[in-house]
């Protein structure tokens, strides 16, 4: 009796995680049923995606009415079925069943992107820091410890903004430009925009549009799908206000851009082609 006690646990617990999956998957066959253009099916996500965002409010608020339910799996993440629903419009054009399109998990994105960035970055040409730790040394030393901290860090900081004003790197430590010759539905720049949002919390709000704008004009964002770049526009216009570095209806202000000049950066950052037999459209080389 022992034994099976584990077994019996570890089958009911599989079994409900089988039941959200199955749930998820369900979804998007009860959406063909309601919905059978599948570019329209991604218009019309974007657009109640952008009124939630709009007025603060859960996605399942703002989709079309006739709409299927939205399982609970899918609420928290509107860029995972945008990911989703281009797959499965890739597959019916290339001639394969929807129902076995993939699309790549954020988490994977995320552990690429953790990897190369790591703390600081990827620019190797940044110092690691030698700062001294105080707490380790007798009082004696302390002080000259002290002296060479603020030493270093000084040095730190004047490479640092080098970097940046010359348009090397980002404030938030991204290397410029960046890009991605496959941007699909922009799984990628989005996690990329994520962690851009977090680095920069905190700075004067002058800075943060400053490095935004920075950013996004040095994004190198590549698709040999029409319907994938108009995706990845306006999903990174999105995740930008959602950050609150966009202002959706109106100029900007003091620390967000506005939505013209946004779509204008991403215009020229996310375009149409196809990176293994046409030419690169931008003249600088990517960094990352």
């Not at 991403?266 to 293994?276: I, K, N, R």
Request: contains cysteine; hydrophobic residues 40%.
């Amino acid at each position: 009796m022992i034994a099976t006690v584990p077994f019996k646990v570890e089958t009911h617990v599989g079994g409900r995680v089988g039941a959200m999956v199955s749930d998820a998957s369900g979804w998007y066959a009860r959406l063909d049923r309601s919905c059978e253009n599948r570019i329209e099916q991604l218009e019309r996500w974007l657009d109640a995606w952008e009124e939630s965002i709009r007025h603060n409010i859960p996605i399942a608020a703002t989709m079309p009415s006739d709409w299927p339910t939205l399982p609970a799996g899918l609420l928290s993440n509107p860029g995972a079925v945008l990911d989703h629903m281009l797959a499965r419009y890739d597959a019916e054009i290339d001639g394969r069943s929807p129902r076995g399109a993939y699309a790549t998990p954020a988490r994977f994105a995320d552990a690429m992107l953790a990897d190369e960035l790591g703390e600081r970055g990827a620019d190797s040409d940044q110092p690691v820091p030698t700062g001294i730790s105080l707490a380790a040394l007798p009082p004696g030393f302390r002080a000259f410890a002290a002296q060479m901290n603020e030493a270093n860090s000084k040095d730190d900081g004047d490479e640092v903004d080098e970097a940046v004003t010359a348009g090397r790197k980002t404030a938030s430590g991204i290397p410029l430009p960046f890009a991605d010759p496959a941007v699909g539905a922009g799984l990628f720049p989005e996690r990329l925009l994520k962690v851009h949002s977090e680095r920069i919390d905190g700075l004067p709000a002058a800075t943060k549009k400053e490095d935004t704008i920075r950013l996004l004009s040095k994004l190198q964002l590549l698709d040999i799908s029409d319907i994938a770049v108009r995706c990845t526009r306006r999903r990174l216009l999105l995740v930008l206000a959602k950050s609150e570095l966009i202002e959706l209806d109106g100029d900007g202000d003091e620390s967000r851009i506005g939505r013209k000049q946004a779509e204008e950066l991403l215009e020229v950052s996310v375009q149409e082609g196809d990176a293994l037999r046409g030419s690169w459209p931008w003249d600088e080389s990517p960094r990352l």
